[in-house]
């Protein structure tokens, strides 16, 4: 996610009040300013995170399933041998097709419902036996056959889909209902054939439901999701911004439900996400968290430690800033570098190099603080100097006294809530964006915030928490 990060522009508002004294600057000289009495007492450490909640809502266009599960499902199921006929007994042989229409699908928190119609067609014939032989020529007698409708069949079938802990699926299909409204009897020897055609009818369908649910279960996503799940304790870069590590605690897992064609479900994930520019990577030796059955939850609420190390900071700045010109009372400043380095008591020191129309060496120092509930970052200490060749002594301590030191000291502040709010549609942007054919996520962000803020002498830490919803959209296209 590509976010203007707040450090550069926090330090080009800072160079643009210091810059304002350069315009007279003269040589070998070095203005330097005591550190306001300012008494700050910061904790060593930031208190703990709470876990973070992750629920992905998945809406998937539900046709294209179903056409793909229709093409997977005869269209027609016939007695053995058709046209043939099957010889049951020495006296009587029949023959049957049964042709079902499309599905009809329901799913209600993970119960699936597929109803169809069906149409069947039938012959019997009947002979005389004479020791187990036929003695006799057949007599037939049909239904649905020539001029006359085929006989109408209800049927539906339900399967109970579940998520086992260890990523499996298992299933329990049946068929629920199998009803017809028209009896077929053979009129020429009386027989109602009604039930021996449902019964086979069952029997093919209950075959097929077997078939599914030894599908369902040899579907073993383990092997697969192990073989990837240390990515999930891997550092993942993220640009320039450093690396990322999830650190998942639980998989949730909703149920299931369909409306108005869209199969709907929630995945879920509890983890302790880090943010920082450390790249090593801890030996794996975690495995895949089990996966529980849970209500379906809505949105992101991410606490996220974040952990720079200064020369990181120092490289992210200087991408930003380094050789960008400013013109200041009609000449021209340009940075040539800036750094970072974490200095006692929890303060930071910044150098800033200039060239152009005047030359020299700005130093800063002091202890970024954040108002968690302003959502600005101050430096209420700040102190400062100014080292340049070219100086005129009496002016330059004027304007340092003056007009910086009027728009720095104790009043020094970032207005990070009107920044993120000014980055809110980059990062929205990419919330919703194609992630793979047919598949992309839909999101808005509702709340970014800095709640925590601490310099040490090795690394700037930060904690940030993020409210957003997203969704992962499907078209359900199968390739």
């Not at 579907?219 to 550092?235: D, H, I, R, S, V």
């Not at 108005?260 to 790249?279: A, F, H, M, Q, V």
């Not at 030359?359 to 400062?384: N, W």
């Not at 919703?432 to 700037?460: D, H, M, Y």
Request: hydrophobic residues 40%.
């Amino acid at each position: 996610m590509k976010v203007h990060s707040p450090l550069p522009i926090y330090f080009l508002w800072w160079f643009s009040a210091l810059a304002l004294c350069l315009g007279s600057c003269s040589p070998s000289k070095k203005i330097m300013t005591p550190a306001p009495s300012v008494s700050l007492h910061l904790p060593d450490t930031l208190p703990a995170l709470p876990a973070s909640e992750i629920d992905l809502p998945i809406r998937i266009y539900a046709p294209p399933l179903l056409a793909r599960i229709d093409s997977l499902v005869p269209k027609e199921f016939t007695s053995q041998g058709w046209p043939e006929y099957l010889q049951q007994s020495c006296d009587f042989r029949y023959k049957y097709r049964f042709v079902r229409s499309g599905f009809t699908l329901t799913c209600t928190n993970n119960k699936f419902g597929l109803q169809m119609t069906g149409h069947y067609q039938v012959a019997g014939s009947r002979c005389i036996c004479v020791a187990g032989k036929p003695a006799s020529p057949w007599i037939s007698g049909t239904c649905g056959f020539g001029q006359e409708p085929m006989r109408k069949v209800d049927l539906s079938i339900v399967s109970q889909l579940n998520i086992l802990p260890n990523y499996r699926l298992r299933s329990f299909t049946r068929l629920e209902q199998l009803r017809s409204s028209d009896k077929c009897i053979v009129s020429l020897f009386s027989m109602d054939m009604t039930q021996q055609i449902l019964d086979s009818i069952r029997s093919s369908i209950g075959a097929i439901c077997t078939l599914f649910d030894e599908t369902t279960a040899g579907m073993n996503f383990t092997p697969y999701l192990q073989q990837n799940a240390g990515k999930a304790w891997e550092k993942t870069p993220l640009g320039p911004y450093g690396y990322l590590v999830v650190n998942p605690l639980t998989v949730r897992a909703g149920a299931m439900n369909y409306s108005k064609d869209t199969l709907s479900l929630s995945i879920g994930l509890t983890c302790r996400p880090e943010l920082g520019s450390d790249s090593n990577n801890k030996p794996f030796t975690h495995t895949l968290p089990p996966v529980i059955s849970g209500a379906g939850r809505d949105g992101i609420h991410l606490y996220l430690p974040v952990s720079y190390e200064y020369p990181f900071l120092t490289r992210l700045v200087n991408d930003s800033l380094r050789n960008k010109s400013f013109l200041v009372k009609g000449r021209t400043v340009i940075i040539r570098e800036v750094a970072l380095k974490g200095i006692a008591n929890h303060q930071v020191e910044v150098r800033i190099d200039f060239a152009g129309s005047r030359k020299g060496r700005i130093y800063l120092r002091g202890t970024p603080v954040v108002d968690t509930a302003k959502q600005t970052l101050s430096i209420p200490d700040i102190s400062y100097s100014l080292e340049s060749r070219d100086l005129v002594l009496k002016m330059a301590r004027s304007l340092l006294r003056n007009k910086i030191r009027k728009s720095l000291k104790g009043s020094s502040y970032l207005d990070m809530a009107a920044l993120i709010k000014t980055n809110l549609p980059a990062i929205d942007a990419q919330l919703s964006r194609p992630l793979a054919p047919g598949l992309f996520s839909r999101g808005k962000t509702k709340e970014v915030k800095v709640i925590g803020l601490l310099a040490n002498e090795k690394t700037l830490q930060m904690q940030v928490f993020v409210n957003a919803n997203l969704t992962v959209v499907s078209t359900g296209a199968i390739k």
